[in-house]
């Protein structure tokens, strides 16, 4: 068994629609903290934890150990039963949510979490509209496809109405064509007009993420969430803040929302909650919680290996300060990353992100005033850095953003590493 053979054998029995990375795909095959080593037996510094998902690293040893004993004792019983590993992290959670959120419910993915979310604004206010952000990424379900603010990730045309796609808060690309210094946060003043004019005037929520992931790592202002969510509240809705990817210390702060004014009525998480073991929470006000009338289950929610995971996750978090960890790696990487823009004006237009969430745009020329995005030039930077044993990953509407998101627990050694093979590829590309 060889990569090449896994490739062909991929290429046989898996929907084309599941793309790959790279012209020619490395098949992951072992990984040990921030390394992942391929089929062929070849090492890579992973910069980007499997979508900013593995965030502990490969083949944590407390987590391993945690699923293990789990998985002598019990693995599944659905939530039909009350088990302590749910219990305990349900009881976690709400010990380190922001505000109000003192309820949760256990699914097995993104998409669900936001489902759940979406459903819960929607019952508990009495309203259907709501509002999401163009450039989102919610989720590959109907409904949440329906969220998504990318044409590439809607397979089929909307077919939920209820939803209204506001303005992104992407200041370099100012969807409204202002300044970020003078605009006085105009996208987010916009919600009361895009309420007031495509709504019946009452909505259930607004879903935003405090930094868009898929989006590439767009960045609001500081302002946004607190203009967006009176905006919100104003019209009877409640914020929704899907932090699936920005929760957990991403961004140097436990949740992204702390980065910003704003304290949800319901927060959504997965990815980096059980370093790769399949889970995400929907929390909620008990308020909200009890409006929810109907049955409902998931089978695989709550799964007690998954919770005893994402129980060890938390553990380790604030064990080993990881969240500042983050902080501190984060403004390491920012620096470097800043070097080389000035290094590379012309091809790398922003960088943009908080903490261990740090993005770049390639442009064709920065000078220029379409800033055309440079596609080729983000596939060619991957190849490059695969060549010298780094994984990056890749985001926005126009494929060309890098987005780098390594482990928490990243060591400075390893920031200075993969920033050096970024200089060295950045270097490789502008040869002739
Ligand atoms: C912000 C955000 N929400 C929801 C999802 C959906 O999560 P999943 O792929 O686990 O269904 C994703 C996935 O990338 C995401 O980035």
Redesign the pocket.
Known sequence: MDSKSIRARHKQYLLPAVANYYEEPLVAHEGKGSRLTDLDGKSYLDFFGG??TVSLGHANERVNAAVSAQLQRLSHVSTLYPTVPMVELAEKLVSVAPGQLGKAFFT???????ETAVMLAQVHTGNQELVALRH??????LL?QALVGHASYRATPSQVAAIKHAPSPYCYRCPLRLEPKSCGTACAKDLEELIRTTTTGRIAGMLA?PI???GGFITPPKDYFAIASDIIRKYGGVMII?????GFGRTGKMWGSQQYDVEPEIM?M??GIANGL?L?ATLCTPAIADSFKASTISTFGGNPLSCAAASAVLDEIQEKELVENAARRGAELREGLERLQRKHPKTIGDVRGMGLMQALELVVDETTQDRTPNARATLQLFEETKKRGLLIGKGGLYGNTIRIAPALNITAEEINEGLKVLEESFAAMEAP
């Open positions: 979508i900013l097995a993915s993104g998409t669900e979490a936001d989102g990424y919610s989720g590959r379900s949440a993420e868009q992931g898929v899907d932090e699936v990817q920005t959504t997965a990815k399949p995400a």
